[in-house]
């Protein structure tokens, strides 16, 4: 090889060296950042990215195509570009570029550096060093990493039930006294950070919130917080607390009422209008809000419930303060009434106090910071002392005059009517309070005083009484309370179990007594009967007597006229055979008859001297000494009376059998009534 074809060779392995470093070919998808190593002016002290003519990394990049560049001068690097992602945001930090200002933490935005894809334009035009306020949409950036770090984050995507609290990390300073920062417009929901600082938007938490939706915010200049709404279910009330806003008076409980805040969802208007700090007046009803939680703190409370048979009494701790001018007259009943200290603090609506009004049955969205509702029954109701384990009070244990202890179980039924039950409120508070501290105390001293001027057992036998007297003082007593006394019922009264035995045996011993006594009678009716049932069975006998007198007689009548018919007869055949055979016979007719008179007239006296029974007995000694009558009975029964009748009636039977034995012994005996 000759010195002419080497030196060729080197010739062209130069070009082509020189051609190689002069020619740069950027790809499609790719830039190029270049560096001049040499032949230029000096870069700043404070400067890390250099100008055009200035030695060092270049802020301007080569787009894709082919490049021609002086040798060995510059030196290239490729990189891809800058992909953006749908779901995502760039967040810009520039190497390079003006300092920023004390107090702020990002660059403010400058013209003409097209996305940060001119970085020459942004030097140029002042940008700052630092995190920038921009952020770089969804897309492809031809961007130069050595002048700005690009970082993808996540789109802000808030989900439905969702609100998003922010926080700027950079603005003006909150006001002292101000928990939040005032409201500035135009920001796009804090996706235009520029807009957000050219507006003074104050460093902080913010008053707006962000509602369910995508953002591409810059999370380096605004923290989002993602938290749920405020949910107020059924059957609740939402009762909201203000965290900022003007000082509350100290003579108020809750703030002031604000209209148009939309629920409290809109913070500007809130303190706008003077919107207070504190318990706020108005609530929210179920539903779902957008409250920033930073702001106004919520409460779940019951509804106020009136069911039927109720009445609701509202004492209202706002409105203004009753003067005695404005009191006077307005919870008068009626002329009589003369209102109490309590009862003077029932006032019409408008006025702090227990509202005249009652709210009757229904649902209320009560604020009851502000309006505390007392539930008062306009039904019966009805209080117990008894053993029962369900009732409240046992029974009463009093003490009688004579010194025994007495159980009594007492029902007392009330009623508070509906105009009524205001004053029952100002005067004692609640149905729980008249119970315990009126009802139960009165009705216990109440049946002490009377069982104390009694004896047990008259407090038992009077019942009816002592359940009046007490109904009476009950009645009285609540009445001045506002409530209706329906009645007051004992319904057992239990005494010493000593005192009721004795009672008990007393009773007893009385009912024997009276069984004894109709027992006594019982056996004077029986022994009447069978004196009764004697005579009758005698009655025979007695007829067949009185039968034999009277044939008694007519056979004297008879013997009488054939004595006559004889004497006639005698003396016509004879006449002095005839009288003396008329004198035989008249003397004897005479005896006969006087005879028989005598005997009867002895059988009238004896009757009338010793009464029937006594002629039958003497009858029955004759025969039972003629032998003709047992006189020893089978079975004998004696008592404390009557002994004489018996035996007179059990003789006069043994008489009759013996007489319908042999009826000629008897019917000669007995005389005639």
Known sequence: MTIQSIELGLTILTLLIILYNTIVIVGGQELAIVERRWFGQKIGSNRVIALVYEVGVQARTLPPGLHFLIPFLYAVKKIPFTVIGEAEVGLIESIDGNPVPPGRI??????????????????????????????????????????????????????????????AMDGAEIPNGRLLAHQVSNHSNFQNGDAFLQ??????????????????????????????????????????TALDGSPLPDTEFVAKS?????????????????????????????????????????????????????????????GNEPTEK????????????????NERYVVPKGYRGIQREVAGPGIYYLNRRAFIAYIVDTTNITIDWDETSDTKFDPLKVISRDGFEISVSVKVIIRVRPEQAPYMVSKIGSIDNLINHVIHPMIDSSFRNQASSTSAMNFLQDRQDEQSKAETKARVELERYHVECVSVLI???????ELMD???????????????????????????????????????????????VKIAEQTKIKTIRSAEGESESVRIRAEGEAKGIAAMGEAEGQKILAIGEA?????????NALSQESVTAIEVVKQIAGGNIK?????????????SNILTAFLAQQLQTKSQINPDNVSASVSPN
Request: glycine residues 10%.
């Open 106 to 167: 990002f660059g403010h935005v400058v013209a003409q550096h097209d996305s940060f894809q001119n970085g020459e334009g942004f030097l140029r035009n002042s940008g700052q060093k630092g995190p920038q306020i921009e952020t770089l949409p969804p897309g492809t950036y031809r961007i130069n990493t050595a002048l700005f770090k690009v970082r993808s984050v996540p789109s802000i995507v808030i989900e439905s039930g969702n609100i998003g609290i922010v926080t």
């Open 199 to 240: 507006q003074n938007g104050q460093k902080g938490p913010q008053s707006d919130v962000l509602l369910p939706g995508t953002y591409r915010i810059n999370t380096d200049m605004f923290k989002v917080e993602i938290v749920s709404a405020t949910v107020i279910p059924a059957g609740k009330v939402g009762l909201v």
């Open 258 to 318: 604000i209209p148009s805040h939309q629920d409290y969802q809109s913070v500007s208007s809130f303190l706008g209008q003077g919107g207070q700090r504190g318990p706020q007046l108005d609530v929210l009803k179920p539903g779902t809000y957008y409250l920033n939680p930073f702001m106004f703190k919520v409460e779940l409370d019951d509804v106020a419930r009136v069911e039927r048979g109720q009445v609701a009494v509202v004492v209202s701790n706002i």
């Open 326 to 341: 404005d009191i006077h007259g307005l919870g008068v009943i009626n002329p009589e009434h003369q209102l109490n200290h």
């Open 491 to 497: 319904c057992q009264i239990k005494l010493p179990q």
């Open 502 to 548: 004795t009672q008990t045996f007393k009773i007893i011993a009385q009912q024997q007594q009276a069984m004894y006594e109709e027992q006594q009678k019982a056996e004077q009716t029986r022994i009447a009967t069978e004196k009764t049932r004697s005579e009758a069975e005698l009655q025979k006998s007695l007829v067949e007597a009185e039968i034999g």
């Open 599 to 607: 005997t009867a007239k002895a059988y009238q006296l004896q009757h």
């Open 631 to 643: 006189i020893t009975p089978d079975f004998l029964i004696q008592g404390d009376s009557g002994s």
